[in-house]
């Protein structure tokens, strides 16, 4: 089954915890994203990446690290978690965006619920 | 930063009711997607719409561009329980490849 998995689903941990959020695709989508979500604020772009060791920020980048060292994997990594990072968090990937304008579909993970006491 | 805003944020009828949810922005998009999210899970692709204009349909739902390419509508007919989820609006924009500009969120809840 074509799918977007993400690790952990839902997590709780205290300030400053280093923590890792695993995202994996098996679609062999060259393009993958990380998005939080928050009530009124829709899904804001955190990081994405175009393809194997090609990251590049988002628009809320602060406090959160990617790295893309394999096409499948895409994790999200926070050094140090502070309670404004307390959010649900969506992984996502896309076949490359080749065909302008008719923008590519996202492909979304189930979300991971995160939060920092 | 492109914003979109959605209206209304909450909306709460019952079976058999009309709606329509709004999508705005300052800015022009060249595509305009639709997703639908339910508890629990990750935003599913409904529709893209690409043509100043252009109008699509998918069963009881119709998807409209706006003719400047700055607005959408989203209209159920005769909505169902299994409408229930939260839509959300996501714009193109070209910053040298495609990024999607999401919207706020519309969530409709449809009572039987």
């Known amino acids: 089954e074509a799918q977007v998995t993400q690790n952990p689903r839902y997590l709780i941990t205290v300030t400053g915890k280093k923590l890792t959020v695993t995202c994996s695709q098996n679609m062999n989508h060259e393009y993958m994203s990380w998005y939080r979500q928050d009530p009124g604020l829709g899904l804001r772009q955190i990081y994405y990446?175009?393809?194997?060791?090609?990251?590049d920020k988002g628009d809320v980048p602060e406090g959160y690290k990617v790295s893309r060292k394999e096409k499948r994997n895409f994790p999200l990594i926070l050094e140090s978690p502070s309670p404004n990072q307390t959010s649900l968090y969506f992984c996502?990937?896309?076949?490359?965006?080749?065909?302008?304008?008719?923008?590519?579909?996202?492909?979304f993970g189930e979300g991971s619920r995160l939060t920092v006491l | 930063t492109q914003l979109l805003e959605q209206s209304p944020q909450f909306l709460s009828i019952q079976e058999g009711e009309n709606l329509t949810v709004y999508c705005n922005s300052s800015s022009v998009f060249s595509s305009l997607q639709w997703y639908r999210q339910e508890p629990g899970e990750g935003p599913v692709l409904l529709v893209t719409v690409v043509t100043g204009g252009e109008v699509k349909k998918l069963k009881r739902l119709t998807f409209q561009f706006g003719d400047a390419r700055k607005d959408s509508s989203l209209h159920i007919t005769a909505a169902q329980p299994g409408d229930t989820g939260l839509y959300l609006c996501?714009?193109?924009?070209?910053?040298?490849?495609?990024?999607?500009?999401f919207g706020t969120g519309t969530r409709l809840l449809v009572s039987p």
């Open positions: 990446s175009m393809n194997v060791e090609v990251t």
């Open positions: 996502a990937s896309s076949p490359f965006w080749t065909d302008f304008p008719n923008t590519g579909e996202l492909f």
């Open positions: 996501a714009g193109a924009v070209n910053t040298g490849f495609q990024k999607l500009v």
